[in-house]
Structures are given as C-alpha cells and as structure tokens.
C-alpha cells in the first residue's frame, strides 16, 4: 500500500525473477539468444517490441511454461527447474494469450480453478480456496458477475475475469500475455487500470506484454524494449522511449511528445505526408 | 471502472450469496436420480429374459431357490456385465472428450475399439484361440492401436487435439478394412465365430468375460479419479494448465491410458459396442450441465444407458430381436448425428 514515487528508480529495486543466458527455441527455431533479464519486484513491468520478437516466449520462459534451451530462471535465488511445479505456481502467475474456457462455465467456476496449486487430492476445496477466490473476484471488480456464465460477458468483463483466475492463485508476481490484445480501447485502460490497482494496493508484481507504446509508457514503472529476441532498451518509460528508439524497433518515424494526461512519453506517428 | 479504493470499506454487508465450485447441486441431483435409475434397472434387467421373472420370483433365484441357475449364470452375468461395461466405456469417452476437447473424441470414432476387434478377430479367425486369449487380444490391439495413434498424433508442443480425431478415424477406417479382409480370407467355423464376436452382444456373456471388464474398471477408475481435477484445469489450455503446476505429458499419458484400458477391456468382454462411450458423457453433460467434464457421472450414464439398451434389445419380438451393439449404433448413430447438425459444434 505504499504511494510510489514519481518515477521509480527500478535499478535500484531488487528483482525476485530473473532470467540468466536464456536461449529459447521452438523446435529448431531460435526466438531468443542468450538474454538476460531481471524484474523488478513490486513494479508494473511492460515488455514491448514488434510482432514475434520473443516476447512471448520471454513470458513463457518466465512462468516455466516452455523450458529453456539453455540458460535459466530463478525465483528468489533458486532455479524454477529445482521447485516443485506447483512451488512455482503458488509464485507466479501467468494468464496465456488465448486461455480456453469451456462452454457452459461459471465465472466463480472459473475462477476457482486457479486454486490449482494450493490444493491436493485430499483437499480440494477448503475455507482458503473460498475466500482467495472472493478476494481475486473483488480485486478484478467482477464479484458481481460470479454467477454469470463466461459466454455472455462482454470481451471486457470476460479478461477481467480471467485476471481475476491469476489472481484467485494467490501470487506475488502476475504475469499478463498482451492481457489489452482483442480489446477496445475502453476496455485497454480498464484492463492497464486494474493492473495499477493490482501493484499498488495489493502489492503484486506485474509482468505484462503490451502493444501499445502509450499506455505502456503511462502505466508501467519499468520497461523492457525487445526486439529479434534481445532487449535493446530497458528502464523506465521517461528514459527509454524517444524518437529514435521506436524508428529503430519498430521502423516507424515519429516524434515523441509528453502526454497531455499522465506526462508520460507519448509516441506520435510521422507518416509519410507530413514528414 | 468500478473504483477500488485502497482500504476496503469495512462497513460493506455480508455477503450471502456465495454459491462457489465446492459442490454442484445439478450434478448431485443428476448422480442421485441416475443411481436411482440404475438399481431399478438392474432389477428389471434381472427380471427380463426368455421367461419373465418376477420381482420377488428374482428374489427367490437369487436366494437359491427356483430359477437360481438361470439367475446365476445366465441373468446375473449379463447385467452385471451391461453396468460394467456401460460405465468402462462411458468413462473411457469422458477421458478422450476430455482431453481432446472435443466432443468427438470418443474411443469408438477414433479407432481403439475397433483395433481392439481386430486383435480380437486375428486370435479368432486366424489362431483359433481359446476365450480368454481372445479377450487378451482384444486388450493387446486395443492398446497396440492406442499407442500408433497417438505416436502420429503427437506435437511437439500442444495438445493432440484434433489431430488425434483426426488421425484415429483414419487409423479405424484403416482397422476396419483389415478386419474385412481377415474374414473373407477366413472360411468355415472360425469366420462365423468372428462375425459373431464382431457384432458385440450381452447375450451368453460368461462370468470370465464379465471379469475381464471389471478388472479393467478397477484398474483404470483410480487412476481417472485421480487425475481427474488435472484434466478438468486442461480444458483451459495447455498453457494455463502448465502454469498452474499441472505435468502435461504425465497426465495426459496416464489418463489416454488408463481409458484405452477401460476402452480395450470393455470389447473384450463384449465385443465392440458403439456409441455409448461417445453419446454417455455429452448426455449426462446436457443434463447435469457441468462446467468441467463430469468423470462419475459419465461412467453412470454409460451403465444406464447400456443396461437399458440391452433390456430393451431382449424384449423386442422374437422376430426383430438384435445385439445389444446393433441397438447402440442405431440409436447411437442418430444421436451423433444430430450432434454433428447442431449448430454448436459446427
């Protein structure tokens, strides 16, 4: 629950995940080599870059979902291949890009199945499991959706419930696939909003993969800059996005101006007419 | 958005509507009145045959007395035999469905039960093996077949998923050419006694063929227990299964096995009988309306709807009167197919 100061100094915040000499392939197919990279713990963290260039599988690599080729990620210290698989997820979170939901499911159903890692054979649903789930239902701000069926909500209402899945596991850090990805605009910000809410009030670390540079650099504290499977920038937003960063990644001319709301840097396109 | 401020308003009333996935009323009341359903059709199907029993003549049978060798030998198998392998073969399609995500992923659309048959009719027809070799050939091409399908179904990374129907239904077609094949090359008593195995039937099931499917149930329904709420956490994705701490690999190799043995062990009981392990569990789901695949509820769905094929299979005319297999596909093959134009699963 503490305010953060106006732009946070990430070098200087200890970093619980971190990824060392990561090489991440598909089959024969190389996305990333040798890459370093530390989150910094209890800040929003955004990783931007153009399509396919490995942030992803970055994200993937993070949460033990793909293996690396080499390399490795530590958690506190210890290599996520040396805990227990659900050690790891009572840890980290991560909502995929495309999770599934079968047809007919309830959200507090939904919900409930992030309790996952926190339960056993014998146990499978306890007083802790409830209440975790009522705490992420509220966090996400859809309580009032849990008898409501997946199907019907709106895109909006649907992501905020899948949040609320990550967060019913209960876990410092929250890892987010292009969480604004199919969404309206309204529903961006509603969705970049809760991840705030979620650093600031609760205290999670988060982890996101964005596309959009404004919003990314108007809500994380700490950004990572990828692109063709290395980070070619990091640091916060002010420090790291000018014109010839985004000309370089992403080939787009463009001049970068303060946004007029949050002061953050906010990248305005050239185009080819009005250079 | 709906603010949320920092410190949560202590003030805000208890809630009482918290209804969360602990139990799900629909599918208690649905397992109760399906149990229910079963005992009552256990009795008739004791009560049905050749001669029409009584309840309290079943009684009597059982308790030694008149008719207790038709009972015993005869009645008892039989059902006993119906409820086995209408839950083996329920569970079985539950797991596939499961897994595949699909409601087509059933053991007898992708192949397995029909090279269980070909194990079957090989040790038939070409060794002119003995009952329980027959039975263990069954289980052997069952499991054979399993293997090869998923061995070309498999991805590096991701689910079989399609795939896996795709590459079964191919591989059954293939099966049941090959079983063709044997019995035109087949001549004399070994081809009719193929053909007969072929077309699974109830009818004279022995004690040692009901034994070959309850041991396959009790082997198998552990290990779906236990895996069970894993592959529920499955049907969101490989991704957030994996992340959620559940061993992909692990649990789906487990799991296609334990029900290509519920699968395999149920035909070589019986022969191969169609459509129950497709339509019991996407039934007993419409009716219980689950939000994860219901496991128990679709091994009772299978028992129920066997027993009840087979008792109306024997109660036909003399005339009309058909194996239970051929009731199955029947009906079986309308219900897939109305599944199949449902706008849904298109």
């Known amino acids: 629950m503490t305010t953060l100061p106006e732009i946070p100094d990430t070098a200087t915040t200890a970093a619980r995940l971190t990824g060392a000499d990561l090489t991440l392939r598909y089959g024969d197919r ?46 506190d210290g ?51 499991d409830e209440a975790a ?8 701000g859809v309580e009032d959706l849990a008898e409501r069926q997946l199907d019907e909500l709106s895109g909006g209402q649907r992501q905020r419930v899948w949040i609320a899945t990550v967060l019913a596991q209960d876990t410092p850090v929250l890892l987010l696939d292009e969480p604004t990805t199919f969404l309206d605009i309204g529903h961006q910000f509603e969705v970049l909003e809760l991840c705030r809410e979620l650093n600031e009030d609760h205290g999670v670390t988060v982890v996101a993969v964005l596309h959009d540079l404004q919003q990314a650099a108007r809500y994380a504290d700490h950004l990572v800059v990828m692109a063709d499977g290395e980070i070619v920038a990091e640091g916060p937003p002010a420090d790291v996005i000018d014109a010839p960063l985004v000309e370089r990644v992403f080939g787009l001319p463009c ?8 002061g953050t840097p906010m990248v305005v396109a050239l185009g080819r007419r009005s250079r | 958005m709906r603010p949320v401020t920092a410190a949560p308003a202590p003030t805000r009333p208890a809630r009482t509507r918290t209804r969360l996935p602990r139990l799900h009323r629909r599918s208690l009341v649905t397992g109760a009145v399906g149990t229910v359903l079963l005992v009552g059709l256990f009795l008739l199907g004791l009560m049905t045959g050749s001669t029409t029993l009584g309840a309290g003549e079943v009684v009597t ?22 409820v086995v392998i209408g839950a083996s073969l329920g569970l079985s399609g539950a797991v596939f469905q499961s897994i595949s995500r699909n409601p087509l992923g059933s053991p007898d659309l992708i192949g397995f039960i029909t090279g269980a048959a070909t194990g079957a009719v090989i040790a038939i027809a070409v060794l002119g093996a003995q009952p329980w070799a027959v039975s263990l050939a069954a289980v052997v091409g069952g499991l054979v077949t399993a293997v090869v399908v998923l061995l070309l179904a498999h991805r590096r990374d991701g689910a079989p998923g399609y795939r896996l129907i795709l590459v079964g239904i191919g591989a059954g077609a293939f099966l049941q050419a090959v079983n063709q094949l044997v019995l035109t090359r087949t001549d004399g008593q070994m081809a009719i006694a193929a053909q007969v195995w072929l077309v699974g039937s109830l009818t004279a099931i022995s004690w040692t063929d009901t034994l070959v499917a309850v041991v ?25 299964a994996g992340q959620v701490g559940v061993r992909l690999q692990g649990v789906r190799i487990g799991a296609m096995m334990a029900a290509t043995g519920l699968a395999a062990a149920a035909t ?9 392990a497709l339509a019991a569990p996407h039934l007993v789901r419409q009716i219980a309306r689950t939000p994860a695949t219901p496991f128990a509820l679709a091994a009772l769905s299978g028992a129920v709807l066997l027993l009840a094929a ?17 009731m199955t596909g029947v009906l079986g093959g309308l219900y897939l197919l109305w599944l199949l134009t449902r706008s849904r699963w298109r």
């Open chain 1, 78 to 128: 210890t290599a996520l291949g040396d805990l227990g698989t659900k050690e790891v997820a009572r840890r980290i979170a991560l909502l995929p890009q495309a999770p599934e939901a079968p047809d007919g499911i309830t959200v507090a159903d939904l919900v409930g199945r992030g309790r996952f890692p926190h339960q056993t054979f014998f146990r499978q649903w306890s007083d802790d």
């Open chain 2, 310 to 326: 087979d008792i109306v299979s024997q109660s036909l005319p003399a005339g009309i009167r058909v194996p239970v297999a051929l």
């Open chain 2, 268 to 276: 070589a009981a019986a022969g191969p009988i169609s459509f129950v």
């Open chain 2, 61 to 82: 049978a059982l308790g030694g007395g008149d008719g207790s060798a038709i009972l015993w030998k005869v009645r008892l198998p039989r059902t006993v035999a119906a």
């Open chain 1, 255 to 262: 001049r970068v101006v303060p946004d007029p709301v949050a």
């Open chain 1, 30 to 75: 190389t996305v990333v080599a040798d890459l370093d990279v530390a989150i910094p713990d209890g800040r929003v963290t955004a990783i931007v870059g153009p399509n396919a260039c490995g942030k992803s599988t970055l994200l993937r690599a993070l949460s033990r979902v793909l293996t690396p080729t080499s390399g490795v990620v530590r958690l």
């Open chain 1, 133 to 140: 789930v009522q705490r992420a239902l509220a966090a996400a």
């Open chain 2, 216 to 240: 396959g149930l009790a082997a198998a329904a552990p290990v779906v227990a236990l895996l069970a709420r894993h592959l529920v956490v499955m049907e969101l994705g490989d991704d957030f």
